[in-house]
């Protein structure tokens, strides 16, 4: 064998990633490299297989796709996807990496037909580890600190999101923003460790008494806020109520300090005037204010367009 085909050989051996090539009906022709089983399993079985042969129908068709987009386009696609071992029949299951996994794909067409085929070269790497991280970074990012909740910032996009909704399919949204009453007496008489601790508690009574697409999160301070997708007034009111008297039957207590709250409520429903959530915060804000100065420990709500406040059965 020649120097030159020897190098070839050898370079083959040693690519990192695994190199597939696949046809447009998804046959595997050939597979190169990728043999360090700290991040790949074994596939070399796969080859005269067909996707649909060793995947699971949804995701052989996800491959399929990307195949055929990628001779379509006639260019270089990236793509990210999950695949665990034990999704491909027939990989050994006392190597290669566990659980599962993320990967990178590389995906170019090639020049030439195989077996009157159109087909690709598709480099898969294993990203897992940084996916990992980035959703370790992104819940990082979207979460307080302190209560586990939401932020604000996520909060804002939440808001912002639903918002474009209730804009474009009309669908109801309600904001709902709460503030605990003389919370500096709180901190005052029990300390700040203390506050600390109503704060989270609050926090973790509130979430698990919600619906699946209400999202609360931590507007700062002793602050916090409620969106409630597909929530009309009159269903707000009766959870903001429901929040406010389970709040002020909330116990808090550490081994030293024993303490109850309470909270004021403002609460808008998002209406065609909002032309924006800036409009939609102030006027729920409006009514937090008047919670306030009604006395605290009380529900506002802005007043709907027409004018009439909605009968209430709390
Ligand atoms: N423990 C603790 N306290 C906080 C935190 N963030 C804000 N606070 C306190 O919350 C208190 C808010 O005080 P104020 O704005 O005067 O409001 P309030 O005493 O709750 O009175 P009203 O809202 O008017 O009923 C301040 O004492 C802040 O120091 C926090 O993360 N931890």
């Known amino acids: 064998m020649s120097d030159a085909q020897d190098l070839l050989l050898d370079m083959i051996a040693a690519l990192p990633d695994p190199v597939f090539v696949l046809t447009e009906s998804g046959r595997y022709v050939a597979l190169l490299g990728g043999h360090d089983r700290q991040y790949y399993h074994d596939g070399s079985h796969l080859v005269d297989f067909t996707l649909n042969d060793v995947l ?70 294993n990203i897992t580890e940084r996916h990992d991280l980035q959703g370790q970074l992104q819940t990082l990012s979207e979460t307080d600190e302190l209560t586990g909740v939401y932020n604000r910032r996520k909060l804002l996009a939440e808001l912002e999101q639903n918002f474009a909704k209730f804009q474009r399919y009309h669908t109801p949204l309600a904001l709902l923003i709460f503030d605990i009453d003389y919370f500096k007496l709180i901190n005052d008489q029990h300390g700040h460790l203390f506050g600390d601790q109503v704060l989270r508690d609050l926090a973790q009574q509130c979430q698990s008494q919600l619906r699946e697409p209400d999202t609360l999160g931590r507007f700062g301070g002793e602050e916090f806020a409620l969106v409630l997708p597909n929530t009309e007034l009159k269903q707000a009111l009766q959870l903001a109520e429901r929040l406010r008297l389970d709040c002020e039957q909330m116990r808090f207590a550490s081994t030293t300090n024993n303490a109850a709250i309470t909270i004021s409520i403002g609460l808008s429903v998002a209406t065609k005037t909002d032309r924006d959530i800036t409009d939609l915060l102030r006027h729920t804000d409006d009514a937090l204010y008047r919670a306030k100065h009604a006395g605290r420990n009380c529900v506002k709500y802005r007043t709907p367009d027409t004018g009439s406040p909605p009968s209430m059965d709390l």
Not at 73 to 88: C, F, K, M, P, T
Not at 104 to 123: C, F, K, S, T
Request: net charge negative; hydrophobic share 40%.
């Open 56 to 125: 699971p129908a949804e995701k052989a068709d996800w491959f399929l796709q990307e195949i055929r987009t990628t001779i379509h386009q006639n260019r270089l696609r990236i793509v990210e996807y999950s695949l665990a071992g034990r999704d491909v029949s027939g990989l050994p299951t006392d190597t290669g990496p566990r659980g599962d996994l993320w990967f990178e794909g590389r995906v170019q067409p090639l020049a030439n037909p195989i077996n009157g085929e159109r087909a690709v070269v598709w480099v898969a790497s």
